[in-house]
């Protein structure tokens, strides 16, 4: 077999990675953390091992989509950008043996979080309720998912070199076959029990594959639309036709993964060599990303933008830098545009539509912190501007007044419309402290994601350490100073939530900014770079 070199090959490397001991920890602590809840909320009785079962079994589902299309999404990529996929074609290999042995290494990976995960699973086996049927088709759904993210994964990794958009386009080809799944799975379903192939919709698909109702794999749920059932009857019918449909899905994923194997194959032979831009795409680069409107003012902007803030000049100095200020701009203005030409505006309650862009702007701006210094790092530009006379914390202020810069126009409107239609409609005090701490992390997160993006090797772990450390651990810090209050006498009725959650973050962006600048000073990221 030619491909066997290139699984051992990839086996070595993929063991030295520390991301396949995380994804490992990562789903045990998912299952683990949905079973404590599960029984915080429901208690444990000997009857409730199918509802916690049912829980653990969508918890571990929807892992998977998050997770195993991450494990594929640069294993091509990375081989063309790094100049060793033309190497490999030197070799008695094709195309389908490098695609078949990259499947294969990646898929075992993805196997070993089912293992992992398995311990946890079998407890709610143990207190009882589960049947054998419903473990073989949670193994079966989980499998077939497992698959299409695996090809999803895969067929963005043919496609692009950069590292960044075969992500991107790996998470959107998991939405699209995570939509077809659920779609195909109700349908197998209804099929099974004897109806018209559209008879259940996606809704129905979604919650039979990932099974967050508790009335899961039970009858109660599914004949509440309109089918007739008798509860006193026995759910053996409706338990052998959803492993049916479990079956059917698990075989046509197999079949699909197959497939995209192949065409993953076309694509890398195809793609494998660099080849002159066409002209097509020169056009459009020409056409729609050439600046043609106040030329002067721009060149002025930009060269101001130089002489004070050379290193921010550096996040803004390509047109994609700038279109991140003008596009979430834009977004903002629509999203206003929105609200205020709706008619029935007045009567709702607008904290939760601004709470959601908040946290779409703050994950924006961690996406952008984490992968700041890990550019400089790989193209060794870090090294050349610390012998250049700017000091390292010029360089850090240069840097985060970039990323300040950058989000400062989206925010400032944001908190300004959230802050003027409070005051009007819902009540400034009730919204006071979800503007306090989007405030605190606009100005928390870049320093925290810049740090990260010096001390993490890779941009997944910097922008996780980014999400727990800006994020989770001030929620956590703020819940327990709060609890802590409340004990005191004469403070019990006051709220200190937002006041220790703005604290906390700045107090954590100080330390990570004095570790920050003692990096720099003591250059410790060289042996850390990528």
């Known amino acids: 077999m030619n491909a066997l070199p290139v699984i051992v090959r990839e086996l070595r490397a993929e063991a030295r990675h520390a991301f396949t001991y ?11 953390v949905m079973a404590v809840f599960f029984t915080f909320q429901n208690g444990l009785r000997a009857e409730s091992g199918g509802e916690l079962f049912a829980y653990l079994h969508g918890t571990l589902h929807i892992a998977i989509w998050l997770t195993v299309p991450l494990l594929a999404a640069d294993c091509l990529s990375r081989e063309r950008r790094e100049g060793t996929l033309g190497l490999l074609f030197l070799t008695p290999l094709t195309a389908r043996d490098i695609t078949a042995a990259k499947i294969l290494v990646h898929g075992l990976r993805a196997t070993s979080l089912l293992i992992a995960v398995l311990p946890v699973i079998i407890l ?71 109806r018209g192939l559209n008879s259940l919709g996606l809704q129905h698909g979604f919650q039979l594959a990932v099974g967050i109702d508790p009335q899961f794999f039970t009858a ?82 930009m060269k101001q933008k130089l002489e004070r803030n050379p290193i921010g000049w550096l996040e803004q100095r390509t047109w994609s830098g700038r279109l991140v200020i003008w596009g979430w701009l834009a977004v903002m203005i629509s999203l206003y545009s929105l609200i205020l030409t709706d008619p029935r505006f007045l009567t709702r309650s607008l904290g939760p539509i601004h709470q959601v862009m908040g946290w779409m702007l703050l994950v924006s701006m961690a996406v952008n912190a984490s992968t700041s210094f890990r550019r400089e790092r790989e193209t060794r530009v870090l090294e050349l501007l610390l012998v250049s006379p700017l ?137 850390e770079s990528t």
Request: proline share 3%; glycine share 10%; hydrophobic share 55%.
């Open 22 to 32: 995380w994804l490992r920890v990562l789903g045990v602590g998912a299952v683990l």
């Open 124 to 194: 709610p086996a143990l207190m009882g309720g589960v049947s054998w049927r419903q473990g073989l088709s949670s193994l079966c759904l989980n499998v077939g998912a497992m698959c299409l993210a695996l090809g999803a994964g895969l067929l963005a990794s043919a496609t692009s070199k950069s590292w960044v958009r075969s992500l991107i386009l790996a998470y959107v080809l998991a939405g699209i076959f995570a939509f077809c799944f659920c779609q195909g799975l109700a349908g197998l379903f209804a099929l099974a029990l004897g």
């Open 220 to 301: 109660v749920y599914y004949y509440q639309y309109g089918m007739v059932f008798n509860p006193a009857a026995s759910a053996a019918p409706l338990f052998k036709a959803i492993l049916l449909a479990a079956g059917y899905t698990v075989l046509l994923c197999v079949l699909a993964l197959f497939f995209m194997v192949l065409i993953s194959a076309v694509l890398t032979a195809r793609s494998w060599q660099d080849r002159p831009t066409h002209p097509l795409q020169i056009w459009i680069q020409r056409q729609l990303c050439t600046p043609v409107v106040m030329l002067d003012l721009l060149q002025r902007w």
């Open 391 to 527: 000091s390292e914390q010029q360089i850090i202020l240069g840097r985060l007044r970039g990323l300040w810069g950058q989000f400062l126009p989206s925010m400032a409107l944001l908190l300004g419309g959230w802050t003027y239609l409070s005051m009007s409609l819902d009540g400034f005090g009730q919204n006071v402290s979800g503007m306090v701490g989007l405030l605190s992390s606009f100005i928390a997160i870049p320093v925290i994601g810049l740090f990260f993006s010096l001390v993490c090797r890779n941009f997944l772990t910097a922008l996780a350490c980014t999400g727990i450390v800006g994020l989770l651990v001030p929620s956590l810090l703020a819940a327990f100073f709060h609890a802590m209050f409340r004990v005191l006498p004469g403070v019990r009725s006051y709220d200190f939530t937002a006041e220790n959650l703005f604290v906390i973050k700045l107090g954590i962006a100080a330390i990570l900014w004095s570790q920050l600048h003692q990096r720099l000073i003591q250059r410790r990221f060289a042996t």
